[in-house]
């Protein structure tokens, strides 16, 4: 079945890699566990990247929704 909404496709991603992008130029990824309907993400097993360089492994990290400007699958 085809994913018809946002929420849909993240739900999609649940327990699966994910790139997450930030408005400060930060980037996550990690795995999808959990969001809620303000896209609020938990990640597991993430890492932060900033300039395309891993800055430090963070394992479980809660990121705020409106902070965020991309959610993708990897």
Request: charged share 30%; glycine share 6%.
């Amino acid at each position: 079945m085809e994913a018809s909404r946002p929420l849909d496709t993240l739900n999609g991603a649940r327990n699966k890699n994910v790139v997450v992008d930030l408005k400060n130029g930060f980037r996550y990824v990690g795995k999808l566990k959990a969001f809620d309907i303000h896209i609020n993400v938990v990640l597991d097993d993430a890492e932060e990247y900033k300039d395309d360089q891993v800055r430090r492994r963070l394992g479980t990290v809660f990121l705020r929704g409106d902070t965020i400007t991309v959610i993708s699958p990897q």
